[in-house]
């Protein structure tokens, strides 16, 4: 192996154009291809920035020749050489243009064949990628990746570093929490027994930063949940958390529209409209059956409360005597594309999302026809054209249940319907704010109530005299960021008042033991007067996948995990030695077969 001493980079591979020709250049990379047409060869090298061609004629320098033709795929080479302009030019290059006249080469470390293509258009299992992620990540779309998910992490800190947010950096190792996710668990060896736990969100730590006069807080955090895994959740990820001392919801929502339009024009070149829509939890679910609506489309769900009236079908009547509700949607322009087979097999998928069954309206250039035509009498013909605001070519669905399950239902016809059917184009965004969330919800299993989104969040002030006799009808100034039908980030207003802060652990049927031992040192801060204050947070990897257009998480992270929380490529978790047991003071329980 040759070292560089005497040699100095001075381009990446992925930079030369027209305008270098006649420059000396020194480059650096590994080799993407190594071609030999007999006097000439031709290396292809890439660093994160692209690729160049390095050449090398038997006629100027056969030993030069010689060395480059027995280089490999893979392998680390420096070389020196001259920009000339290409006689065969490659459109598909940024560099395609040039090429490097070299006359010098380095060989600066060699390498086996990989076990995984080094390009885009590779089809690998996603386990071998995984396994060897050091070498996945050298493909263009993964350095790629790398790049835009540094230059949207560096306009959230520019934005707020511009705003007058101080950045700090609060502990890993804390108290266990007692609602949502699952903490992870750190024994403690110098205090034997005890353990810490993973931060889930530093969110008691922001809070004690407001108390403390910071007055407005960001960091770039990591947190970390022991739940069942989905396709875009990890068990550790990025947010960007958000505090501000002396605020109004109104203050919060304005300044993070302005920081969303700062990152967007200052990543994508995209503006957005401003202000983003408001719409209430109560609406949301009520026309699209989520607090997570995609506004990219319409698709709106329709009450269709009435309708039994100008019909005899038993199941309207029967919902109708039930207080269930009559819901349909009208997926306008798709009645060719959903023809009988693809209804029934849409049918099928709302049985196995739990509905009872679905029902089916169209109407065409015939007229109006539908899943339960013998009761579909002129009366009920009108009811429905007029309600779901049929036109030709409409194709509708129906589902009959109790209200919020099947609001819920309906919604997820809705996007899958969509994501089926309709495409966007890549800078579409649609954003909106989800407000008035409730407070609570009842937990049938644990039969009490739990918050929506976490118990340090502040009641609407005219909603503060329900705590005491209505608590179900609570909300919350809580507040989440929906871009595309996904919750991107979220927050809210805090209580900042002990007495407050104690009623609702007390209704959360939160013990005085329990209150005192995870959250002692909390209510005893609120004591020493705290500011009215709130913040947000920001799913970073989340955020990144829909900027740069990806669907699954795992492209976004340098070194994920898969939906078991493995990582192949280090093979954790795994097991400890009896000595570290013992030095944790802590013993394994065998599983029982």
Not at 160 to 179: A, C, D, H, N, R
Request: charge should be negative; glycine fraction near 6%; hydrophobic fraction near 40%.
């Amino acid at each position: 192996m040759e070292s560089l001493n005497g040699l100095k980079r001075t381009h990446h591979c992925g930079q030369l154009r027209l305008e270098d020709v006649g420059k000396t250049v020194t480059l650096m990379g590994w080799a993407q291809k190594v071609r030999d047409l007999g006097s000439l060869a031709f290396i292809d090298l890439r660093d994160r920035t692209g690729i160049t061609q390095l050449t090398f004629n038997a006629e100027t320098d056969e030993a030069l020749y010689e060395k480059a033709k027995a280089m490999h795929q893979e392998y680390v080479l420096a070389a020196v050489g001259e920009v000339v302009e290409r006689s065969s030019k490659n459109p598909d290059l940024p560099t395609g243009d040039i090429e490097v006249i070299c006359s010098e080469l380095r060989l600066l470390d060699v390498a086996k064949t990989p076990p995984i293509y080094i390009r885009d258009d590779d089809d690998v299992k996603e386990e071998m990628r995984l396994k060897y992620r050091y070498l996945d990540l050298r493909k263009p779309r993964m350095q790629e990746m790398l790049t835009k998910r540094a230059a949207i992490t560096r306009a959230f800190r520019e934005f707020l570093y511009q705003e007058g947010f101080i950045e700090v950096e609060t502990p890993y190792l804390g108290k266990p929490t007692p609602e949502g996710a699952r903490d992870y668990l750190v024994p403690s060896r110098v205090s034997p027994g005890k353990f810490y736990a993973l931060p889930q969100s530093p969110q008691l730590y922001k809070q004690l930063l407001m108390i403390g006069g910071t007055d407005r807080y960001y960091q770039v955090a990591r947190c970390f949940r022991d739940e069942d895994l989905r396709a875009n959740r990890q068990p550790d990820f990025t947010q960007v958390d958000i505090e501000m001392s002396f605020v109004t919801m109104e203050d919060i929502l304005e300044i993070n529209e302005r920081l969303m339009a700062s990152v967007f024009r200052s990543v994508l070149h995209v503006e957005l409209p401003r202000p983003f829509q408001r719409i209430s939890f109560d609406e949301a679910m009520r026309r699209f059956g989520t607090d997570k609506p995609d506004l990219r489309y319409g698709f709106e769900i329709v009450d269709l409360e009435g309708v039994e009236k100008t019909t005899e079908f038993a199941l309207f009547h029967q919902a109708a005597e039930a207080g269930d509700f009559i819901g349909g949607i009208n997926f306008n322009g798709l009645a060719d594309v959903y023809a009988r087979k693809k209804l029934d097999k849409l049918a099928t998928f709302a049985k196995g999302i739990g509905a009872s069954g679905m029902l089916w309206v169209k109407k065409t250039q015939e007229g109006i026809s539908s899943s339960f035509n013998k009761f579909l009498t002129e009366e009920a013909k009108q009811f429905l054209e007029k309600t779901l605001s049929l036109e030709n070519g409409d194709v509708a669905v129906i589902l009959v249940g109790p209200k919020m399950k099947t609001l819920e239902r309906l919604g997820t016809l809705r996007t899958t319907v969509a994501n089926e059917n309709l495409t966007f184009a890549p800078d579409d965004f649609a954003i909106c704010w989800i407000v008035d969330f409730p407070m609570f919800e009842y937990d049938e299993e644990e039969q009490r109530y739990v918050a929506k989104h976490h118990p340090f969040t502040k009641p609407l002030e005219e909603d503060i005299p329900l705590l005491d006799t209505d608590p179900a009808s609570v909300r919350a100034q809580a507040y989440d960021i929906v871009i595309n039908g996904d919750e991107r980030g979220g927050g809210s207003i805090r209580i900042n008042n002990a007495d407050l802060q104690r009623k609702i652990f007390d209704l959360l049927k939160l013990s005085n033991e329990d209150i005192e031992s995870r959250f002692g040192f909390f209510v005893e801060a609120l004591k020493y007067g705290t500011p009215p204050h709130g913040g947000i947070a920001y799913g970073l990897d989340r955020f990144v996948m829909m900027m740069i257009n990806r669907s699954n998480i795992r492209d976004v992270i340098a070194f994920p995990k898969t939906q078991t929380a493995q990582d192949l490529m280090m093979d954790a978790p795994t097991v400890i030695t009896p000595a570290q047991y013992e030095e944790l003071h802590i013993t394994a329980r065998e599983e029982e077969r």
